[in-house]
């Protein structure tokens, strides 16, 4: 499973980046309206793209079929690369089918259920985000949810990517990557989270204190 950066901060990227195993990074309005309201978001995008070279899922804010293709048009032309996230509803399912006749890549986000999932994949997503989160704040069981989803795509052998999306901590990491999806969006402090474990720490210290010790007491010898 890959791991994505579900984020638009720029110094959370730029780290990210160095980590050696971040394949990508998802945006959506929330994200960039967090980090500055009044920011230019081709600028950020642009930036964001530079940063990490890898995959970047740009949102669209229309709601209707000819809004987001004009805007997925425009987003083609700042970088060619670009995924197009469409939201999943009905006029984005028309989007998606006519941006797959295009070659673009579509990210269908906001999907919380295997149906829409199952849509999605049919009209020609190239990836579809379940949240888990957000499943998870109503009491409705992620998990379940994503292992539908996964197992449908093992019997059905469907083409769409999965990520798992709305990560709210390691956990979901766990489950998202047992459940067998293939790609995980992460919040930059969940990354972090993720990688910590206080045996390495309590590891580490030991390792240096030891390698201290000895040469503290070779210093000795030679100096005898
Ligand atoms: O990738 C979608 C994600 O950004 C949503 O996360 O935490 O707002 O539910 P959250």
Known sequence: MEIYVDSANIEHIRHAATLGFIAGVTTNPSLLGKEDSSMD?????????????????VEVISTNTKGMLKEAEEIVKWFPEATIKIPMI??????????NKQNIPTNVTLV???TQAIAANNAGATYVSVFMGRLDDISNNS???????????????????????????????????????????????????????????AGLEQFL????????????VISV
């Open 90 to 99: 009905a006029e984005g399912l028309t989007a998606v089918r006519e941006l």
């Open 41 to 57: 978001v081709k600028q950020r995008i642009l930036e964001i793209h530079k940063l990490i070279g890898g995959h970047l899922s």
């Open 143 to 201: 998990t379940e949810v994503l292992n539908d989803i996964c197992e449908i795509w093992d019997v059905q052998d469907y083409d769409s990517r999965i990520i798992a999306a709305s990560i709210r901590h390691p956990i979901h990491i766990i489950e998202a990557a047992k459940a067998g999806a293939d790609i995980a969006t992460v919040p930059y402090k969940v990354i972090m989270q993720s990688l910590k474990h206080p045996l390495t720490d």
């Open 209 to 220: 204190a030891d390698y201290d010790k000895m040469q503290t007491e070779r210093q000795k």
């Open 112 to 114: 919380f259920s295997a």
